[in-house]
C-alpha cells in the first residue's frame, strides 16, 4: 500500500463522511464537504456550526471516525481514518480554515460564535480496493 497514493486521493474527493458517537453509545454519520485543511494523513480541519448536534456529540466523547470513497464504473475505492475529533473555537483555528464565502453561512463572519473548527486527529486507518483490504497506523 502506497500512502501517499491514499493522500492524494483523499484530496481528490469532494464529500467526507464524518461519524461521532451520540449518547447512547450509537454511530451517527454525516456527510461533508471535504476537508478544510488536511496535514499529511494526520491531520484534517472542517468548518461547522458550533450549535450542532456533532459538536456537542464530539465535547461528549472524541472517539470519530472519517471516510472517502470514489465509486467508478468497476473499481471501488474507500479509505476510513479512525482516532478523536476536537471542537476548536479559537480564532487563530477559525481564522486558518475560514473561505470568503463562509459569510453566507455565518453572518457575522469569522468571529461568528456559531463558527467552529473541527479537528480530526487519525490514529489508524483501512484501504479498500480491488477487493481487498489493507488496515495501516499512522
Not at 481514518?81 to 480554515?97: A, F, H, P, R, Y
Not at 460564535?113 to 499512522?138: N, W
Request: with cysteine.
Amino acid at each position: 500500500m502506497d500512502i501517499e497514493k491514499i493522500r492524494g486521493f483523499i484530496r481528490r474527493q469532494k464529500v467526507a463522511f464524518i461519524c461521532s458517537v451520540d449518547g447512547e453509545g450509537f454511530p451517527n454519520v454525516k456527510a461533508m464537504l471535504r476537508p478544510r485543511k488536511i496535514d499529511g494523513l494526520k491531520y484534517f480541519y472542517f468548518s461547522t456550526n458550533t450549535s450542532s448536534m456533532r459538536v456537542k456529540q464530539y465535547l461528549n466523547d472524541p472517539k470519530a471516525s472519517i471516510y472517502f470513497y470514489h465509486k467508478g464504473l468497476i473499481k471501488y475505492v474507500g479509505v476510513m481514518l479512525t482516532g478523536t475529533m476536537e471542537v476548536l473555537t479559537d480564532q487563530e483555528s477559525k481564522n486558518m480554515i475560514w473561505k470568503k464565502g463562509d459569510k453566507l453561512f455565518y453572518k457575522k463572519g469569522v468571529t461568528d460564535p456559531d463558527y467552529c473548527v473541527l479537528k480530526f486527529t487519525a490514529t489508524k486507518g483501512r484501504y479498500y480496493c480491488d477487493l481487498k483490504t489493507e488496515s495501516f497506523d499512522i
